[in-house]
């Protein structure tokens, strides 16, 4: 047994000669950089995300028309659950759907908003106004049919919200 425990005290003689003792500070010196830039990283992340501008941009124009913003859409369409309502200047057409599937709703929607583009005669500035009670599916099928009419802009509005008492 002496033997062993001899020779065991050997090798740690031997490993602690050849590798020296465990250096600890470049181990704690690295550690502290990731904290530091993960903490620096994550407060700048956060900020950054703060930072958006919540208010709707106005469209833009054409791509010839360089530097030429429109400060009103030329359509605005409102969705809600029974109806979508289409205001282009001083005229309103409500387009009715009494059933939430119903594709035919859609459909007159589109042709309407074709024939709306055709008497402008270039590509509309379109915001769309979801009601509160829309499925987020409804307005993503609405902004399908506006891609069928090519519009220059689109821009996703909101409405005031009208506290409940």
């Known amino acids: 047994m002496p033997i062993a425990r001899t ?3 050997a090798r740690r003689r031997e490993f602690a000669r050849t590798h020296g003792p465990l250096n600890l500070i470049p181990l704690v010196d690295i550690l502290t950089a990731i904290v530091f830039f993960s903490l620096l990283g994550a407060v ?7 930072s958006f501008d919540l208010v709707a941009p106005s469209a833009a124009g054409e791509a010839g028309e360089a530097g030429n913003v429109a400060t009103r859409p ?4 409102r969705v809600d659950r ?4 289409v205001r282009d200047g001083r005229q309103v057409t409500a387009v009715a ?7 035919a709703a859609f ?3 589109r042709h309407h908003l074709i024939r709306v583009t055709e008497t402008l005669g270039r590509p509309p500035v379109i915001t769309v106004v979801p ?12 902004l399908e ?4 009419v090519s519009p220059a802009a689109v821009a996703l509005g909101s409405r005031a919200r009208v506290p409940h008492d």
């Open 7 to 9: 020779r065991l005290n």
């Open 44 to 50: 700048s992340l956060r900020s950054a995300l703060a």
């Open 74 to 77: 030329d359509l605005v369409v």
């Open 82 to 85: 029974h109806q979508f309502v």
């Open 97 to 103: 759907r009494p059933d939430v599937r119903d594709q």
């Open 107 to 109: 459909a007159e929607l």
């Open 131 to 142: 009601s509160d009670d829309v499925s987020y599916d409804d307005v993503v099928r609405v």
């Open 145 to 148: 049919q506006l891609q069928q």
